[in-house]
């Protein structure tokens, strides 16, 4: 059996490691056949990607001048400037 | 020099990482040929019918060229040339064939299932050119009387016949092609499993006569 | 400068999705529980040799100090509480396993913004809203994550794929389609 015949629950349990590139060859074949066949689990993939994307871009959130000022200090002080 | 096939989203994307190729004679590289990690993933004749998407380009391989039970993965490749043949007509031509394939898988199981006039019936539907409004009918038609017969996979496999026709103009032709393979590994009798995927192929090398093969 | 320049926007992220409402830093200030787990990295990252890796160690004292602060928000309790992809058509029909409906899954159309992410992130028990921020926000790998969150790290392909599934899914009440049945 070249690819096995695999519904779309079984495939949701493939998704999170095909995001991580981890599913095993036969694994990832299953999952990326099944997208072609499947338009529904082709957007829960790219909503996965897109969301997934979104932790790191929303986290945007730029340190305060007062707060590098105090850090800077405290490194000064104790001796872990070198760590900037 | 062996040739190799690849189907990509319209635009020359990649179908997963959404990689958007080069044109015909640039290189794309990547370090290491590992299956479904890196590696450029490519199609010999017999895998077409597993990948199928909207453009289909002839690719050049260097490297190592690493055989899985579906495709070829090697670590570099290029574009050669589009199969223009390879279009939204040939597709829809594609999508009938795979549909007449699922009436036929149909027929026979309602015939094994002693369903002689159901069977005629989706045969008559689908000798004309193509009707799919009556195709559907004849199915419906069928599924009720295997229903009622209590011939599951006769049902199924008209259901699958419906369903085929109902995919032809809002799914992939991928998902067309996919219900007829589904519908012949129904069947109550001993199938090849892949004999399907391999007409299928074999429909596409000749119809869309490929270069080198 | 380049470590904090770097790694502060994903710290003052954790803070945020991992506090309850009464602990999160606002926008832009820093907050005394973020400036309390900066002056901990430091101190550990600068007084070793080898300082290992800074970002876990940051987002590990940010953990700490939220919780030495009993400001931690558990979140909607356990496990059972994430939502799992659905309606998928029952045993018995020849589609078995495939969704009920070929429009259960709603497309993302627009950039997602900080305060739908947030809202989604807070409706996950906290063990898998961390993991999430560790390793999709953060980018830690699996054995760094490990050290931080309940589990080894065998454990953690089920539970991240438990907290990304039920993200996108908790993403859909923020975005609009979240009336499925």
């Keep these: ?84 | ?213 | 400068m380049a470590w904090i320049e770097r790694d502060h926007p994903v710290a003052e992220f954790l803070l945020t999705v991992a506090a309850g409402d009464a602990g999160t830093a606002d926008a832009g200030a820093p907050g005394e529980l973020l400036a309390r787990a900066w002056r901990a990295a430091l101190a550990e990252v600068g007084g070793a040799p080898d300082p290992g890796r800074p970002r876990a160690i940051l987002l590990r004292e940010v953990l700490y100090a939220l919780d030495d602060a009993g400001r931690l928000d558990t979140g909607p309790g356990d496990d059972t509480a994430v939502p799992v992809p659905g309606p998928y058509l029952p045993a018995g029909d020849r589609w078995e396993g495939w969704w009920v409906d070929d429009d259960a899954v709603t497309p993302i159309t627009a950039a997602l913004r900080r305060a739908q992410v947030v809202a989604a992130l807070r409706r996950l028990p906290l063990g898998l809203r961390v993991l999430l921020v560790l390793r999709d926000g953060a980018g830690l790998l699996p054995e760094d994550a490990a050290e931080l969150v309940a589990g080894s790290e065998d454990q953690q392909d089920a539970l991240i794929a438990s907290a990304r599934v039920g993200f996108i899914w908790l993403i859909d009440e923020q975005i609009g389609g979240g009336d499925r049945p």
């Design chain 1, 1 to 84: 059996m070249k690819v096995a015949d695999v519904s779309c629950q079984t495939v949701g349990g493939l998704l999170s490691r095909w995001y991580d590139g981890t599913l095993a060859e036969v694994e990832a074949d299953v999952y990326e056949q099944h997208m072609l066949v499947c338009p529904p689990c082709q957007r829960q993939n790219d909503k996965l990607r897109v969301a997934l994307a979104a932790i790191p871009a929303v986290a945007d959130v730029r340190p305060g001048a007062e707060l590098v000022t105090e850090l800077l200090r405290y490194a000064r002080e104790h001796g872990s400037a070198g760590v900037w």
């Design chain 2, 1 to 213: 020099m062996t040739a190799y096939w690849k189907f990509l989203r319209s635009g020359r994307v990649s179908p997963f990482a959404r990689y958007p190729w080069p044109g015909p004679g640039h290189w794309v590289e990547v370090p290491a040929a590992v299956p479904c990690r890196q590696g450029i993933h490519a199609c010999r004749p017999a895998d077409l019918p597993y990948w199928l998407l909207d453009e289909l380009w002839q690719v050049e391989l260097a490297g190592e060229v690493v055989s899985t039970p579906t495709k070829v993965v090697a670590p570099r490749a290029r574009l050669l040339a589009r199969v223009d043949a390879w279009n939204a007509d040939m597709a829809r031509e594609f999508g009938w064939e795979c549909v007449v394939r699922t009436a036929q898988h149909a027929a026979a199981e309602l015939a094994d299932a002693g369903l002689a006039a159901p069977a005629a019936d989706l045969a008559q539907a689908m000798a004309g050119p193509p009707a799919p409004g009556e195709v559907t009918a004849a199915g419906i038609r069928a599924i009720q009387a295997a229903e009622a017969a209590g011939a599951q996979a006769a049902g199924w496999l008209s259901g699958y016949l419906v369903d085929a026709v109902g995919a032809l103009p809002t799914e992939p032709v991928a998902a067309v092609a996919y219900i007829a393979v589904r519908a012949a590994r129904h069947r109550s009798v001993p199938t090849d499993p892949e004999a399907e995927r391999r007409w299928q192929a074999g429909w596409l090398v000749r119809r869309l006569d490929l270069p080198g093969v």
